[in-house]
């Protein structure tokens, strides 16, 4: 009974700790803008919304995409060409975009979740390959040149998002909206079956669940959230190209979460947040980006088997993140 009780107090004290640095996690990123170049925390902001996408995918149901640069990037090019070609208000430009990368998850989707494992992987990154390479043929998308020059315009006819304030307030909302539209899913019944079918996924079978549709399901909603990250950043740096859908994206958002720590919400933000930092420290330096991050991950992978936010809530936080979330981790490295 005492340990019961002392198991009690201390998951409550980790879910208040956890909501404190929630809520003071929010307020740095309010003021933040007023300290550091806003451009920088937009495209921060983007590819952290883009991470968690796709931790919802991977940390949640256990299905490693190769693919998910297709979402980002085909989202990025819808939105573009219909705000600078049509002439569509931004808002609706994204919401195009969105709908696009939902699309794109559903075609995607319903060939990859018949497969299991490194298939599934190997899937996923054969069909991002062929819409890259239709991004390259097809002429709307500005082949190797892209759609450069795509205005802000103003939101709802009202705000100005060619000021820098403005425009930043606005990715922060729809960043917060999305962390709290995944959070809200895992934290649901629906997600409860995902995190089922990621431990067992014969088990998932045997109680009647139709596994292969919550997995089209989940597959779709981290497509949509993915599209929504993609549209963001055609916006805030008015530009979408060929690096946005390459499968080197795939893998850099593969290795923001990885480093973060898969199956946590603080994770993905935290390594795309690493990773967007040094690649944004050594953009003037002779020193190889790509030489720093694979450096940094080979660190993370020895050091913080979990990823950095997995080791912090697994020795400072109680059971929120268990054995099972390194296990899963040391799954998907494997695969890959």
Same mark, same amino acid.
């Given at each position: 009974?005492?340990? $019961?009780?002392?198991?009690?107090?201390?998951?409550?004290?980790?879910?208040?700790?956890?909501?404190?640095?929630?809520?003071?996690?929010?307020?740095?990123?309010?003021?933040?803008?007023?300290?550091?170049?806003?451009?920088? $925390?937009?495209?921060?902001?983007?590819?952290?919304?883009?991470?968690?996408?796709?931790?919802?995918?991977?940390?949640?149901?256990?299905?490693?995409?190769?693919?998910?640069?297709?979402?980002?990037?085909?989202?990025?090019?819808?939105?573009?060409?219909?705000?600078?070609?049509?002439?569509?208000?931004?808002?609706?430009?994204?919401?195009?975009?969105?709908?696009?990368?939902?699309?794109?998850?559903?075609?995607?989707?319903?060939?990859?979740?018949?497969?299991?494992?490194?298939?599934?992987?190997?899937?996923?990154?054969?069909?991002?390959?062929?819409?890259?390479?239709?991004?390259?043929?097809?002429?709307?998308?500005?082949?190797?040149?892209?759609?450069?020059?795509?205005?802000?315009?103003?939101? $709802?006819?009202?705000?100005?998002?060619?000021?820098?304030?403005?425009?930043?307030?606005?990715?922060?909302?729809?960043?917060?909206?999305?962390?709290?539209?995944?959070?809200?899913?895992?934290?649901?019944?629906?997600?409860?079956?995902?995190?089922?079918?990621?431990?067992?996924?014969?088990?998932?079978?045997?109680?009647?669940?139709?596994?292969?549709?919550?997995?089209?399901?989940?597959?779709?909603?981290?497509?949509?959230?993915?599209?929504?990250?993609?549209?963001?950043?055609?916006?805030?740096?008015?530009?979408?190209?060929?690096?946005?859908?390459?499968?080197?994206?795939?893998?850099?958002?593969?290795?923001?979460?990885?480093?973060?720590?898969?199956?946590?919400?603080?994770?993905?933000?935290?390594?795309?947040?690493?990773?967007?930092?040094?690649?944004?420290?050594?953009?003037?330096?002779?020193?190889?980006?790509?030489?720093?991050?694979?450096?940094?991950?080979?660190?993370?992978?020895?050091?913080?088997?979990?990823?950095?936010?997995?080791?912090?809530?697994?020795?400072?936080?109680?059971?929120?993140?268990?054995?099972?979330?390194?296990?899963?981790?040391?799954?998907?490295?494997?695969?890959?």
């Amino acid at each position: 009974m005492a340990d $019961l009780t002392l198991r009690e107090t201390r998951a409550k004290n980790s879910a208040r700790l956890e909501w404190a640095l929630v809520g003071l996690g929010i307020l740095a990123l309010l003021v933040a803008p007023f300290f550091v170049y806003p451009i920088f $925390l937009m495209k921060m902001l983007c590819f952290a919304l883009f991470a968690c996408a796709f931790n919802l995918l991977l940390g949640y149901t256990g299905l490693l995409s190769f693919g998910h640069a297709t979402f980002f990037g085909g989202a990025a090019y819808f939105t573009a060409y219909a705000v600078k070609v049509w002439g569509w208000p931004p808002e609706a430009g994204i919401l195009l975009g969105v709908l696009g990368a939902a699309l794109l998850g559903l075609v995607m989707g319903f060939f990859a979740i018949r497969r299991q494992g490194i298939y599934f992987a190997m899937i996923t990154l054969a069909l991002s390959q062929m819409f890259f390479f239709f991004c390259v043929q097809a002429p709307f998308t500005g082949g190797e040149d892209g759609i450069q020059g795509v205005p802000r315009g103003r939101l $709802l006819g009202m705000l100005d998002l060619n000021v820098s304030m403005n425009i930043y307030y606005f990715v922060l909302a729809v960043f917060l909206i999305g962390v709290f539209a995944i959070w809200r899913i895992i934290n649901s019944p629906f997600g409860m079956i995902l995190r089922s079918i990621r431990e067992n996924e014969s088990r998932a079978i045997s109680l009647g669940y139709s596994v292969a549709n919550y997995k089209l399901a989940a597959f779709v909603m981290s497509a949509t959230l993915a599209g929504l990250a993609g549209a963001l950043k055609a916006i805030v740096f008015q530009f979408a190209t060929l690096t946005d859908v390459t499968w080197q994206m795939s893998g850099e958002v593969i290795l923001m979460t990885l480093l973060g720590g898969i199956g946590t919400m603080a994770g993905p933000i935290i390594g795309a947040s690493l990773v967007v930092g040094l690649e944004n420290m050594l953009a003037t330096s002779n020193f190889p980006v790509t030489i720093a991050t694979g450096l940094t991950f080979m660190v993370c992978v020895l050091v913080f088997r979990r990823g950095i936010v997995g080791e912090v809530y697994a020795r400072f936080l109680g059971p929120k993140v268990t054995r099972k979330t390194e296990r899963l981790s040391s799954a998907s490295l494997g695969d890959a």
